[in-house]
């Protein structure tokens, strides 16, 4: 199964080979709405990328150092998990924009907000990826940005905060291609299709259960009406075909429709109407005699 860090370890290990990517994915880092003028993350492989692009940039950097989330200097001991942080000025890439920016760039930018901001969670209730913004703003912009690039993201608002999510596993798997996280994609498709292929079968097994059960009922039904009917003397009355069929349907108590139907030798409806035929006349009662019958007693 698909795990979460994977794919950021998979985004992580990623370096783009032309400049312009490379300050688009640091711009993209730089984007997330958690710490100013630094990229913030749990995640080592984030924290390594993020120093690898400003170096190859030739940028300032600092870092990267541990900082708890209350905010407690590195050397104070804490029992919390801590952020690791880059500081990186945010002026040292202010001319990049996305309007202006090829499609590479920003590909590389969506992937570097992934991992900087992105929290991903690939568990049984069905893929989802949000992003967390203090102010409205950011989310429109990012929300506006994952549109134009063909995934359509939700807007809500928790505890204060603006949230951007992707729902669903059209929406995930075209962030997980556009960023390139490819190895994770197939992973991600791989799991949807063993998914789908066994929804599938289990709505197969269920029809064919619903029916198997459909069929014995019916069954039952008939049997009881060929007995009743045997029972009052009137089954050796009834028509050829109608005796036929009843005397089929005793000696295969079990058996299907089509089976019943290729050994009398007629359709599949025929042999439903002589054996529906056969409970109403033993519902209602009644009995039907013969052809042959009726025409030796009109002729005496």
């Known amino acids: 199964m698909l795990v979460a860090s994977e794919v950021k370890g998979e985004l992580a290990r990623i370096v783009p080979a032309r400049i312009c990517c490379r300050r688009a994915e640091l711009a993209g880092l730089l984007s997330a709405d958690r710490t100013v003028g630094a990229v913030s993350t749990?995640?080592?492989?984030?924290?390594?990328?993020?120093?690898?692009?400003?170096?190859?940039?030739?940028?300032?950097?600092?870092?990267?150092?541990?900082?708890?989330?209350?905010?407690?200097?590195?050397?104070?001991?804490?029992?919390?998990?801590?952020?690791?942080?880059?500081?990186?000025?945010?002026g040292a890439i202010a001319d990049w924009a996305w309007d202006s920016a090829p499609a590479c760039d920003r590909r590389a930018y969506l992937r570097g907000v992934l991992l900087g901001g992105g929290s991903i969670?690939?568990?049984?209730?069905?893929?989802?990826?949000?992003?967390?913004?203090?102010?409205?703003?950011?989310?429109?912009?990012?929300?506006?940005?994952?549109?134009?690039?063909?995934?359509?993201?939700?807007?809500?608002?928790?505890?204060?905060?603006?949230?951007?999510?992707?729902?669903?596993?059209?929406?995930?798997?075209?962030?997980?291609?556009?960023?390139?996280?490819?190895?994770?994609?197939?992973?991600?498709?791989?799991?949807?299709?063993?998914?789908?292929?066994?929804?599938?079968?289990?709505?197969?097994l269920n029809a064919e259960e619903a029916n198997l059960a459909r069929t014995v009922r019916a069954a039952d039904r008939q049997l009881q009406a060929i007995d009743h009917l045997e029972a009052?003397?009137?089954?050796?009355?009834?028509?050829?075909?109608?005796r036929a069929a009843a005397i089929e349907r005793k000696r295969q108590p079990e058996a299907d429709l089509d089976t019943l139907a290729g050994a009398l030798g007629v359709s599949r409806s025929a042999a439903n109407h002589r054996l529906r035929r056969i409970v109403e006349l033993a519902r209602n009662g009644q009995s039907v005699t013969a052809p042959a019958a009726r025409g030796r007693r009109a002729a005496g």
Do not use: C, M
């Not at 984030?46 to 590195?74: E, H, M």
């Not at 568990?123 to 063909?150: K, N, Y």
């Not at 992707?166 to 063993?194: I, M, Y």
């Open 121 to 204: 969670s690939l568990g049984a209730s069905g893929p989802h990826i949000e992003f967390v913004f203090r102010g409205r703003r950011g989310a429109d912009t990012l929300r506006r940005h994952l549109r134009e690039s063909g995934a359509r993201g939700g807007l809500s608002k928790r505890r204060g905060r603006w949230v951007v999510y992707l729902k669903g596993r059209e929406e995930v798997a075209t962030l997980l291609q556009l960023t390139g996280a490819n190895r994770a994609l197939l992973d991600f498709e791989t799991s949807r299709v063993g998914s789908e292929v066994r929804n599938r079968l289990n709505r197969l």
């Open 232 to 242: 009052e003397g009137t089954l050796r009355q009834l028509p050829e075909g109608l």
């Open 42 to 90: 749990f995640e080592y492989g984030t924290a390594r990328i993020a120093v690898q692009l400003a170096t190859s940039l030739g940028l300032p950097i600092s870092g990267p150092q541990p900082a708890s989330r209350s905010g407690r200097p590195a050397g104070e001991r804490s029992s919390g998990r801590h952020h690791l942080v880059v500081g990186l000025a945010r």
